[in-house]
T-cell receptor, first 113, second 110 residues
Framework: DQQVKQNSPSLSVQEGRISILNCDYT??????FLWYKKYPAEGPTFLISISSIKDKNEDGRFTVFLNKSAKHLSLHIVPSQPGDSAVYFCAASGNFGNEKLTFGTGTRLTIIP | DAGITQSPRHKVTETGTPVTLRCHQT?????MYWYRQDPGHGLRLIHYSYGVKDTDKGEVSDGYSVSRSKTEDFLLTLESATSSQTSVYFC?????????FGQGTRLTVV
């Protein structure tokens, strides 16, 4: 049973435009959410996180939005750059991040120059 | 980069042979994890450890065992490798919230 779902396997966005990556979760015990970015032949790297006590967290070009009632989060990248082309994984944890991470299946983002 | 080293980085082995992958950290983080990445499945947790000699199963633990005799080392063993265990394996460490990943081990079972 997939507790964290990323329903879009791939997404293509023009350079300079906004990229929106979506993630849904089913476990109501999750209260800490993270986004990871992965380039080929490298390990995933942490990008941004959000606790359930917030509904938005921003870091430079990256913003994560959390809708607890819908059990949905999204990652916005503005403006999108060619270096943003990668696979993005959504992850969730309980106990405010002190429990093991459960990952989604990933979305491959391609930025078109 | 967080101090995580996975070895080997690449391995080809035959069906039925035992294989051990090593994860070494220099960060003194309490938690260590083994994930596998497969197309269409994302990152799936195999086993994790929350301290020396304290380990637990993840969602895809069948056919795998782990050991952690020192804080810095977390070993993943495939007792008898099968073709379904061909994958890319990632070790991760964490202390509280964000996990940091190693570079991965590409294992091919032929």
């Amino acid at each position: 049973d997939q507790q964290v779902k990323q329903n879009s396997p791939s997404l293509s966005v023009q350079e300079g435009r906004i990229s929106i990556l979506n993630c849904d979760y089913t476990n109501s015990m999750f209260d800490y959410f993270l986004w990871y970015k992965k380039y080929p032949a490298e390990g995933p790297t942490f990008l941004i996180s959000i606790s359930s006590i917030k509904d938005k967290n921003e870091d430079g070009r990256f913003t994560v939005f959390l809708n607890k009632s819908a059990k949905h989060l999204s990652l916005h990248i503005v403006p999108s750059q060619p270096g943003d082309s990668a696979v993005y994984f959504c992850a969730a944890s309980g106990n405010f991040g002190n429990e093991k991470l459960t990952f989604g299946t990933g979305t491959r983002l391609t930025i078109i120059p | 980069d967080a101090g995580i080293t996975q070895s080997p980085r690449h391995k080809v082995t035959e069906t039925g042979t035992p294989v051990t992958l090593r994860c070494h950290q220099t960060e003194n983080h309490r938690y260590m994890y083994w994930y596998r990445q497969d197309p269409g499945h994302g990152l799936r947790l195999i086993h994790y450890s929350y301290g020396v000699k304290d380990t637990d199963k993840g969602e895809v633990s069948d056919g795998y065992s782990v050991s952690r005799s020192k804080t810095e080392d977390f070993l993943l063993t495939l007792e008898s490798a099968t073709s379904s265990q061909t994958s890319v394996y990632f070790c991760a460490i964490s202390e509280r919230t964000e996990a940091f990943f190693g570079q991965g081990t590409r294992l091919t079972v032929v």
